[in-house]
């Protein structure tokens, strides 16, 4: 079965050349995948039928199964897709008052970054994604969401995984988020740990694409602790390819910030970032930590938080307090997954004999 969504658009022209079905019928179907966003072929209805049943024979719409998914109260989607050689990685989609709709997709099934409060991080990694597989996860939302008249908006790169630990297939996925799916490149975030190398290569790229950094602590002894990739990249090193990014983009860099009850929220921390960040092109996103099975802390309340943006604000440091979207469905990075896994281990310990 050829998956029409990894195919280029002279890759589709050349399957039709060889069906000997005309260009134009090409052309066709390329609107239905990108403009359309059909979720069947049954839906292409200027196809000959003949053509609609050979598509439907030998050509899929895409290559990810879904094997769970959850609806919160406030309209956050999460999937749990499982790939062809039986990986799973999760993509969310986030709905906003405004017409924002938002994917957030994986690029990795599990993460090498083994950071102590994330779930992903906790079930280690199992292997890259491909550019398609990446892509694919946000063409499935746009595609549901066309069926209710509406249209993907953002897409950030903030599922399962480290997106510069994978760099060919995330930069390549991205130029097709913005080409096949007609997604601004401001309207694309890709969120990393810090891997120092890549973001100077990022910043070089040349792509109007947002980059957000994984602060969480704004001291070396803090941020290793959470964080192990700080040891290998530390801050200096780390805010030094920022202010890079700032001067060769002109752009902002966005800084996440997951406040952790007594850890990171503490008024010394506050200083610190605001020693850290003062006079850098930024802004300071703080999201309550998701709590986790492995990891043993909870989300800082909000007179903490407060305190922590009051504190910033001391710097001029803009910062913005994240609401925790999908909390009632497991919607963090890699819980759905960890959570599924769970259930199947209980639903093995119950059969008889196992
Ligand atoms: N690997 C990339 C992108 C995926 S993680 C990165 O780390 O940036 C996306 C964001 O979710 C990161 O900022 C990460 O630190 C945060 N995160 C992970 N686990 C979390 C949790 N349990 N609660 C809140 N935020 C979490
Ligand atoms: Fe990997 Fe990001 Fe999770 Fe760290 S927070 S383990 S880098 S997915």
Excluded at 77 to 100: A, F, H, N, T
Aim: with cysteine.
């Amino acid at each position: 079965m050829i998956d029409l969504y990894t195919l280029t658009q002279p890759q589709l022209d050349d399957l039709f050349a060889s069906w000997d079905e005309p260009r134009f019928r090409a052309r066709q179907v390329w609107e239905w995948l990108y403009d359309k966003r059909a979720a069947s072929f049954d839906e292409m209805t200027n196809l000959p039928r003949e053509l609609r049943q050979r598509l439907k024979a030998e050509t899929t719409l895409g290559s990810l199964e879904i094997a769970a998914e959850q609806s919160s109260t406030d309209g956050t989607v999460k999937r749990l897709y499982r790939l062809p050689d039986g990986q799973m990685i999760e993509s969310v989609l986030m709905p906003y008052d405004d017409d924002r709709r938002t994917a957030c997709i994986s690029t990795q099934a599990g993460c090498a970054m083994g950071c102590v409060f994330c779930a992903t991080g906790q079930m280690g990694f199992a292997r890259h994604l491909t550019p398609d597989e990446i892509f694919e996860q946000a063409m499935r939302f746009a595609r549901d969401l066309e069926a209710e008249g509406e249209r993907l908006s953002n897409v950030v790169l903030m599922g399962m995984g480290e997106p510069f630990h994978n760099y060919d297939a995330t930069i390549a996925a991205v130029r097709r988020l913005m080409e096949d799916l007609g997604i601004g490149a401001r309207h694309i975030t890709v969120s990393t740990v810090g891997l120092v190398p890549m973001i100077r290569r990022f910043a070089d790229e040349g792509l109007q694409v947002k980059l957000a950094i994984s602060l969480h602590a704004a001291t070396d002894v803090e941020r290793s602790a959470l964080l192990p990739v700080n040891r290998r990249y530390p801050l200096n090193e780390l805010m030094e390819a920022c202010r890079y990014y700032v001067e060769k983009t002109g752009r902002r860099v966005t800084f996440e910030w997951t406040a952790i009850q007594g850890q990171n929220d503490t008024p010394e921390q506050a200083h610190a970032l605001g020693k850290l960040l003062k006079g850098l092109l930024c802004h300071v996103n703080i999201i309550p930590l998701n709590p986790t099975g492995g990891y043993a802390y909870g989300p800082s309340g909000a007179e903490r938080v407060n305190r922590f943006v009051a504190i910033l604000g001391e710097y001029r440091i803009p910062a913005t307090v994240r609401v925790r979207r999908g909390i009632d469905i497991n919607a963090g990075c890699g819980q759905l997954k960890a959570e599924v896994l769970r259930r199947q281990r209980r639903l093995k310990e119950a059969e008889p004999g196992g």
